[in-house]
């Protein structure tokens, strides 16, 4: 598909530089060749987890001034709540790898570096 | 990300078998160390263990590092701290270090329980592995602070922290502050077992620095909103 079309864009993407109709269209300054990795982008924003917990747990410090036996439930409740919030993302990130039927970026990039765009012909 | 990769690569055998490296192909597998898991008879096991037995069977292994044991007196965390102590990879020195520091703990704590009267002689520790967890227990801080920038402007955000990080930073605390704040006179070692027996009752320098650390977090307390994991 794109070997078939190749000849065709090739031309006309030098067309678009040369001057034979009047000022180049481009004036590239750094090769058209194509990057060997995919940016990297994350979709959604996420929001920060756990602040209510965290908030409790604060709470309680600044009333026993920073004496740590007196908190300790509300510093385990902080701590589950952190490792179900770690658990979460991890399934959650690799769930939506799965399911978005796109390649992640990283993995879209590992992949590209193991075959690269040719840039010397030996 | 490893586990991803390692789920693309077919079944593989290597052609060169890596045995003193530490930088490995996802596709190995950590070994095991631990002897019960070697001396449980087939009907004991689950499902999942027997399918990962299975697997190890197929797949290549790491080679098992110098500092692992399988003996009942070693400890992952003593380990670590021993590591974190190492400069130019001195490893003998600092397992000394380490060896007399607990046995100076030991002396002080059996001084203490003979000196001490009879009806508080059950409340003191002896055991030196014990007060060394329990003050590196007593060192963890519950939140750090991150750098984050918001608005051209970076704000200290307190975040939650995972075990590794919280057990990495009690050690860092212990040894720097053993480093630097010790008289010209005092050996590594004596002034690391009375910074411990310190810790482990709630005192000293280095459980102050976690306080302090809870303090900034506390007045930062209004920009945990800045944080988006």
Redesign the interface.
């Known amino acids: 598909m794109a070997a078939q079309g190749g000849v065709v864009f090739q031309e006309k993407v030098s067309r678009l530089l040369s001057r034979q109709d009047g000022k180049p269209a481009l004036k590239p300054n750094r090769p058209l060749v194509l990057r060997d990795a995919v940016a990297n982008r994350k979709l959604k924003?996420?929001?920060?987890?756990?602040?209510t917990e965290?908030?409790v747990?604060?709470a309680c410090?600044?009333q026993n001034n920073?004496v740590?036996g007196l908190c300790s439930s509300e510093?385990n409740a902080?701590y589950t709540c952190?490792n179900k919030?770690?658990a979460a993302?991890k399934n959650k990130s690799?769930q939506s790898?799965l399911q978005g039927g796109r390649l992640?970026p990283?993995?879209a990039t590992?992949l590209l570096r193991r075959y690269p765009n040719l840039r010397t012909e030996i | 990300m490893a586990a991803s990769i390692s789920g693309l690569l077919k079944p593989w055998t290597p052609r060169v078998f890596l045995v003193r490296w530490s930088r490995y192909n996802p596709y190995y597998l950590e070994p095991e160390v631990r002897k019960e898991a070697y001396s449980t008879p087939e009907t004991e096991l689950s499902a999942e263990e027997k399918a990962q037995r299975e697997l190890k069977a197929l797949r290549p292994i790491k080679a098992a590092t110098i500092g692992v044991n399988s003996s009942v007196f070693s400890d992952p965390v003593l380990s670590k701290f021993i590591n974190m102590l190492m400069t130019d990879g001195n490893k003998v020195l600092a397992r000394e270090i380490v060896t007399q520091t607990l046995e100076s703990i030991k002396r002080k704590q059996v001084e203490k329980y003979h000196k001490a009267p009879e009806g508080k002689e059950e409340e003191i520790e002896c055991n030196p592995y014990t007060i060394f967890h329990q003050a590196l227990e007593n060192c963890k801080p519950v939140v750090g602070l991150a750098s984050i920038q918001k608005g051209g402007k970076y704000y200290q955000v307190p975040i939650p922290l995972t075990d590794n990080r919280r057990r990495y930073l009690a050690m860092k605390w212990m040894i720097t502050e053993c480093r630097d704040n010790r008289h010209r006179r005092t050996h590594m070692y004596e002034k690391l077992s009375q910074e411990l027996l310190a810790a482990s009752v709630k005192e000293g320098n280095v459980i102050k620095k976690k306080f302090e650390l809870h303090k900034m977090a506390e007045a930062n307390r209004a920009y945990a909103h800045y944080r988006w994991w």
């Open positions: 924003k996420g929001e920060a987890t756990c602040i965290m908030s747990m604060m410090w600044k920073f740590d510093m902080f952190v919030a770690q993302m690799e790898s992640h990283k993995q590992a």
